[in-house]
Every structure is written in C-alpha cells, then in structure tokens.
C-alpha cells in the first residue's frame, strides 16, 4: 500500500521531495523479521531499520524492559541526577568495548554522538599547550557520519550532496577512500596520500574520523584491517585523535563485535548508536578514554560544552542494557557468520551478471552494487511483491537483517534480489 494522502502532502521522508515522494508503504505491525504493511501482506525484513533492530521486531525481553522501566519513570534530566539505567549500561558496555575507552556521553543519536565527538577532539587539543591551532579534521572519501552539521563536514560532499549547503559547512581535509578490499590483498602504496596529508596539516589536525572497515551510506564499500591498522598508527605518529564511527557496525554487524576489533585497534574516540537499543529507541554514546576525558576536564572551564534534552533517557538506557544482554547470551558470532556463509553462496551468481559491476559480503551485510543506478520505486515495488523489505539506494542493493533470521527466510531475500537482477 503506498503512502497516504496525508503523508504524501504534509510529511517529510527521509532523503525526499515533498512535491514528487517516491512511494511509501504503510506499516501497522512488526514481529520477529516480518513487517505486516496496512493491507495485511507480511514482508521479510531485510535491512533491520537501517541496521538498528539486530534481534528483530516486538522482541519479549526488550518490551519487558521498557515496560519495567516504565515503572519507575519514563525520563529524567540528566543534568544534576543520574540514574541505575544509565550506569548500569555504561558498566556493561565497558566490558564489550576496546579496553580503556571507558569514559561516556550518552547522546540521543548517531548524528549527534559524532558532534559531541568532534567537540571532544578539539577541546582536548584546546586544553593543550599546542592551543587552538589543531581545528581540523580529516576524513575519508565515501565516508558518511551523519547529518548535522559537523558530521556532514567530514562527510562525503558527493554521496552526501552538501553542495547544497555550500558556503556552511567548515572545509576540512579529505583523503581517498580505502581501496584495498577486505580480504583482497593490502596495498601499503595507498597510505602515501594520507602520510603526505598528515604530514603536511598535522599541525592544524584535531582527529582522523573514519567508519572503521565498513563505508556504508558512501558506498557499502568494506576495506582491509592492515589499513585501519595503519591508520592508527600515521594517527600516533602524528600526534593526531583517531575517532571511530561504530554507529552502523557496532554490535556484531561485521562478525566481530567493534569492526575495530578486525585490526585490534583501539580508537581514542568511539561513536556507537542504531543497534545500541536493538533499535527500539534513539540513543547514540560517545566514548573516549580517562587522557582524553582528563585533559578537556583539567582545562579552563574543563566542562564539555554538550546537553540533549534526552541525555541518558532511562526507556533508552534500560532498552540498551537488555539489548546488550540478549546479544551477549545469543550465538550472535554464529549467527552473523552463517547468515554470511548463505549471503556468499546465494549472491555469488550476480557476479556473472552483465548489469552487475561487484557482489561483495561481509559478516550480515550483503551487497550487490549494479553499473548503473537502480530505479528505486520500481525496485522496490517489485521487493513488496516478492513479499520482501530491501531497499535499494543509487546502484546499490544490499541486506542487512536483523541476526535471528532464519535460512529460509534470508534464502527469500537472495532469491528477490537474483529475480529483480533477472528481470532487468
Ligand atoms: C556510520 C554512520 N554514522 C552516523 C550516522 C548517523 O546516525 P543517526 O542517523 O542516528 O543520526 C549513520 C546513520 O546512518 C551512520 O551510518
């Protein structure tokens, strides 16, 4: 069922014209990995609400959560009080993150958490005798970090179309995407642009911020350890933060549960978010070690200059908490490497396919990028058809459901993207 006549004229979909939408199918009810649309067909979800709801939809122990939680109170500033949701999922997410990040904003999404991080790395650099001068930033090509305004800054201007707000954003530094592929060989020539860079700029650089292997909204591009790796190192060498954007492959996404942990790095900021509250809520975290958390707070004013509304929202808290437990009691790496092993062998015939330029898959993210740009209301209608959610963007289809999908299921999902590549 497409949109309604009132949300086509009054209501603003991501990424969309007001004047000319794309289609909108209305959803009244979602369980397990079906999402029920208002005339009552059920579709296979494929992409877990934009890798947020890891363990699917109306999940027992997370209702029973926020339900609990709603017991005591909904909400409560977090400015002057704390609360037992807040601390006690800060202590639990202590154990899962590389050791020593263990100092935490909780923020009320991904966008933000990456703000709060960008204001992180310059009031370090700021409390320093280096002084004001390190205000830069420097990021990847391809890279997508969110859309406000800081975020957009280090994001990718193409993917990201931030032309239209040319003359807003701050210019910082970019260097190439990462080209070496993540389990091709590693190409250590390609480190020279960014060695070169830093070399040059290190003085005015604050922090390096990358997508740790995986560049989703930029590409769905996955790039070799050693780089990530290397990167680490150029930072210390010189003298540079390195900030982690975790928001899309936290908790488990790419097999490990940090994509930093494929090349045993530890970042000094972290940003994680979407499947931090298994996707019932919006809460993102910033999270930095006790030297960086030291520094800006042994400076003048030492205070960091951030506050949401929603800061440490106990529903979100509590959810997150649950969330992170009900992964950790999972077979969650099994889970994730089967659903890789099945997206391999099922996808793999695309590759043959004269309109298809790469298939490429890793732990639950499957991707077939086309040669040219999918027609996305046509696609996705046909997706519905075949009673599957999948949603295409420029000349990439791709999965990433939630980790309790079972074979069958994900076999319908392949089975929808071959017979789409089929009819084209
Ligand atoms: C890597 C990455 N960073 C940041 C964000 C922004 O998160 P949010 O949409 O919660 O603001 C996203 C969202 O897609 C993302 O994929």
Redesign the pocket.
């Known amino acids: 069922m497409s949109s309604t006549p009132f949300d086509a004229q009054h209501i603003w979909h991501p990424y969309t014209s007001l004047l000319n939408p794309l289609p909108c199918y209305e959803v009244v009810s979602a369980k397990g990995v079906n999402l029920t649309l208002a005339d009552g067909r059920e579709l296979i979800d494929g992409m877990a609400s934009?890798?947020a709801c890891i363990h699917g939809y109306g999940v027992p122990e997370l209702d029973a959560a926020i339900h609990q939680q709603l017991e005591s109170m909904a909400h409560v500033m977090f400015g002057g009080i704390t609360h037992a949701p807040a601390t006690a999922l800060c202590k639990a997410l202590m154990k899962i993150l590389p050791q020593g990040l263990d100092r935490f904003f909780l923020a009320d999404?991904?966008?933000?958490a990456?703000e709060v991080a960008l204001k992180m790395a310059l009031q370090y650099w700021q409390s320093q005798s280096q002084g004001k001068s390190k205000h830069r930033f420097v990021s990847l090509a391809n890279g997508?970090?969110?859309?406000?305004f800081g975020?957009m800054s280090v994001s990718d201007s193409d993917t990201g179309m931030h032309s239209i707000y040319a003359g807003f954003l701050p210019a910082q530094l970019t260097v190439p995407a990462p080209q070496s592929s993540f389990d091709g060989e590693f190409n250590s020539a390609e480190l020279a642009p960014i060695e070169k860079t830093l070399q040059q700029h290190h003085h005015d650089i604050a922090a390096f911020v990358l997508?740790p292997i995986v560049q989703?909204?930029g590409g769905m591009r996955f790039y070799h350890p050693e780089y990530l790796a290397a990167v680490r190192q150029l930072c210390d060498k010189y003298e540079i933060l390195l900030i982690a954007?975790e928001?899309?492959?936290g908790f488990g996404r790419t097999g490990k549960m940090f994509a930093c942990d494929w090349a045993g790095i530890k970042p000094d900021i972290m940003?994680i978010?979407?499947a931090l509250t298994g996707g019932y809520l919006?809460q993102?975290a910033t999270i930095t070690t006790q030297k960086v958390a030291h520094t800006i707070g042994a400076s003048n004013p030492g205070v960091l200059m951030h506050g949401p509304t929603f800061m440490a929202n106990p529903l979100a808290c509590a959810v997150s908490l649950a969330s992170l437990k009900l992964l950790l009691d999972s077979p969650w790496q099994h889970r994730v490497n089967a659903i890789e092993a099945q997206l391999k062998t099922e996808l793999a015939p695309a590759k043959a396919l004269p309109q298809v330029a790469d298939v490429r898959v890793l732990g639950a993210i499957g991707v077939v990028e086309m040669k040219t740009e999918a027609n996305v209301a046509e696609l996705q209608k046909h997706f519905v058809e075949q009673g599957v959610w999948i949603r295409p963007f420029g000349k990439l289809i791709y999965v990433m459901p939630p980790y309790v999908i079972k074979p069958q299921e994900l076999g319908q999902l392949t089975k929808a993207i071959m017979g789409a590549l089929m009819a084209n």
Not at 109 to 112: D, I, K
Not at 144 to 148: A, F, L, N, P, S
Request: proline letters at 0%.
């Open positions: 934009w890798w999404s991904g966008s933000v990456m997508y970090h969110g859309d406000t975020a997508e989703g909204a954007d928001i899309a492959t940003c978010g979407k919006t993102a």
